[in-house]
């Protein structure tokens, strides 16, 4: 049962952009929190941006200022836009609920290389 389809990773140099698109349930956009998520290798799932309800986001320190995250509701997208992307930032990155998700799609790789 996929809820969440993530797109738009691919390889980046450092310095670079992507623009990550989640395709997600009308249902979750427009009623619960959203959150994009990352997970490296050997690493937790950590969260990286949120936006709730009322559209305020928020940012893990290590992206703020870079990333910015955004909703489409007649697309039922959620978008995260990276800049300046970093070897630091190159994860799996999935979208969910926030603050709790329970089911995960396949997620997209990102990896940011010269």
């Known amino acids: 049962q996929v809820q969440f389809v993530e797109s738009g990773g691919g390889l980046v140099q450092p310095g670079g952009s992507l623009r990550l698109s989640c395709l997600a349930p009308?249902?979750?956009?427009?009623?619960?929190?959203m959150g994009w998520y990352r997970q490296a290798p050997g690493k937790q799932r950590e969260v990286v941006a949120t936006?709730?309800?009322?559209?305020?986001?928020t940012y893990a320190d290590s992206v703020k200022g870079r990333f910015t995250i955004s909703k489409d509701y007649a697309k039922n997208t959620v978008y995260l836009q990276m800049n300046t992307v970093k070897p630091e930032d190159t994860a799996v990155y999935y979208c969910?609920?926030?603050?709790?998700?329970?089911?995960w799609g396949q997620g997209t790789q990102v990896t940011v290389s010269s």
């Open positions: 936006i709730i309800i009322n559209g305020s986001t």
């Open positions: 969910g609920k926030f603050p709790r998700n329970e089911l």
């Open positions: 009308s249902l979750f956009l427009r009623f619960f929190g």
